[in-house]
C-alpha cells in the first residue's frame, strides 16, 4: 500500500500509538497488509513490543 494511510499506521505502529493504528485498521482492516520500503508489516513490532528498539 503505498497511500498516506499506509505510512500512517507504519508510523504508529514504531511508535506505539495503539490507539491510532486501531483507528486506521476499523477504517480499513486491509492495512494491517499494508509494506514500508522495506517489505515490512506494521504489526510484528507494535504486537510484540519492540518498538522502542526501532530506529
Known amino acids: 500500500m503505498s497511500s ?3 505510512r500512517d499506521i507504519h508510523a504508529a505502529a514504531r511508535s506505539g500509538d ?3 493504528v486501531q483507528s486506521i485498521l ?3 482492516p ?3 497488509n499494508s509494506r ?3 517489505s515490512r508489516t506494521p504489526y510484528p ?3 510484540l513490543g519492540f518498538n522502542s528498539y526501532l530506529p
Request: zero cysteines; proline letters at 6%.
Open 4 to 6: 498516506g494511510r499506509g
Open 18 to 20: 495503539l490507539t491510532t
Open 26 to 28: 476499523a477504517s480499513n
Open 30 to 32: 486491509l492495512a494491517v
Open 36 to 38: 514500508d520500503k522495506h
Open 45 to 47: 513490532p507494535s504486537f
